[in-house]
């Protein structure tokens, strides 16, 4: 382990029993005053809300989180998943940052025992609908969900989406106690908040906090803007809610900042209104579709800011622009630095990701440019984002597990290939077989593959084994993946 702090993705892995490791946290909302307006903090919590809603009373200036937690216990669940995954031993495996939380337990790395893991999450559908975090059910064979009264549901997963860590599953189950959702926006840095989970497998253990920061921009991170508290979330909290003094959820446990592995007192969530819209695109279309401009772009520090004539640091500073994109369309160039989307100041560059990202394809939006010492205006038309094939079945969270987009006209032509998908993440099944990022997928069971939605189309039944065609460099190779 590195003795520089690092940001932990908590995955509570387990073999036979032992536990490892899993993410943690998310964003909140509370009350940051507790002086001179106590009284009045004590009084706007004194009557609790019909149904879920649940305010924290004062009691002796500090917040009281008991009826918070008896009016929202019930809908707060256990998630156990298993997996067949054979793991790469521990000694064969690169160092990594994250080697306390995937290989610093004992007992990992042992090809012959099977793989166990344990999270948190919360209902959000009467009818069974459940949230919690990718990493806690990526690759897992089996979910099974326990609620509060123990009684436990095996699980689909209906879908998941990497690039902001959220998954939707669903149970057989009616009548299901529910969470109300609240809106991260309204958090204010100082404000009280509280978690519900199961860190360490120890179920629906409470732990309160304030909220730290909000709006933070994490390392690999481009599409969530976290919420940082210093609640304590371990292993296990990964997917929990993190709640409010309203009793509402405004952030899913995700990630935590640590030397050690354990809490530190930085914990991260994903904001609630990020994964709702991530839930209802899943619900929908089975995938997440973002917006992409087709530019790479950088930071703008001081240094740069005063090379470019800027009089501060400011927007994303193109570093280049993706031929045949909405972009290149519209006129940008590398060297142009994007200052407003849509009269929306860009601040930073993360704040461009966010925007396009959130965009629907095909959209027309205004670009406010800094170009040769002057401001300029261009309008371009936003695309598609590379899809994430991850279809699910009842058993399967991810049958194949990659990101994958078609080829572009200059790696067609140097590659010498007419069709294909260029693999650039891979996770699950795909991992497992020994598919790789920079792979390009021709054909699945001798069919070739064109674009991401027939590579989808051809992934949904019962088959269990499939043969990819792949080519790696000059090389091509059939590689089986066992699906289910």
Do not use: C
Request: proline share 6%.
């Amino acid at each position: 382990m590195k003795s520089i702090v690092t940001v932990g993705t908590i995955a509570l892995v387990a073999v036979i029993g032992i536990l490892g490791a899993v993410k943690a946290e998310s964003r909140a909302q509370g009350i940051g005053h507790w002086g001179s307006e106590a009284a009045a903090y004590r009084a706007s919590f004194a009557t609790p809300s019909p149904g879920l809603r649940s305010n924290a009373a004062a009691v002796g200036g500090l917040p009281d989180f008991t009826a918070l937690v008896r009016d929202n216990g019930a809908a707060v669940v256990n998630i156990r998943v298993a997996s067949r995954a054979t793991p790469v031993p521990a000694e064969a495996q690169p160092p990594s940052p994250f080697d306390w939380f995937f290989r610093g337990m004992p007992g990992q790395g042992r090809p012959d025992r099977p793989q166990q893991g344990i999270g948190s999450g919360f209902i959000v559908g009467a009818d069974g609908t459940i949230l919690t975090n990718a990493h806690v059910v990526d690759g897992a064979d089996e979910v099974v969900v326990r609620l509060r009264d123990r009684r436990e549901f095996p699980a689909t997963v209906v879908g998941t989406d990497s690039e902001t860590d959220v998954a939707v599953l669903r149970i057989e189950a009616a009548g299901l106690p529910v969470v109300r959702i609240g809106d991260p926006k309204r958090l204010e840095v100082g404000q009280w908040v509280a978690a519900i989970g199961s860190p360490y497998g120890f179920e629906h253990t409470v732990t309160a906090g304030i909220v730290s920061a909000t709006s933070r921009s994490l390392p690999s991170e481009a599409y969530v803007p976290f919420i940082q508290t210093d609640v304590a979330v371990n292993p296990g909290n990964s997917g929990g809610p993190l709640f409010n003094l309203d009793g509402e959820v405004v952030g899913i446990n995700s990630q935590i900042y640590s030397q050690t592995g354990g809490w530190q007192g930085l914990s991260f969530a994903i904001p609630i209104d990020v994964a709702m819209q991530v839930k209802s695109q899943l619900i929908a279309d089975g995938k997440v579709t973002r917006g992409r401009l087709g530019v790479a772009i950088q930071e703008v520090d001081g240094s740069l800011a005063r090379s470019f004539g800027l009089d501060r640091p400011k927007g994303a500073l193109v570093t280049s622009v993706d031929e045949g994109s909405g972009a290149a369309t519209a006129g940008m160039r590398p060297g142009d630095i994007i200052l407003a989307l849509d009269r929306t100041e860009i601040a930073r560059a993360v704040d461009l990701a966010r925007a396009i990202a959130g965009r629907a394809p095909g959209d027309a939006v205004d670009l406010e440019i800094w170009r040769d010492g002057a401001k300029q205006t261009l309008q371009a038309r936003v695309g598609s984002r590379e899809a994430v094939v991850e279809t699910a079945s009842a058993a399967r969270p991810q049958r194949l597990g990659v990101t994958v987009r078609p080829l572009t006209a200059s790696e067609r032509a140097e590659s010498g290939l007419s069709t294909g998908l260029l693999v650039s993440d891979v996770s699950g099944p795909a991992a497992r077989a020994g598919v790789q990022a920079g792979d390009v997928i021709l054909a699945i069971n001798g069919t070739p593959v064109k674009d991401p939605e027939q590579l989808q189309r051809l992934l949904i039944g019962e088959q269990q084994q499939i043969a990819l065609l792949v080519q790696r460099g000059t090389s091509r190779i059939f590689v089986p993946v066992r699906l289910a």
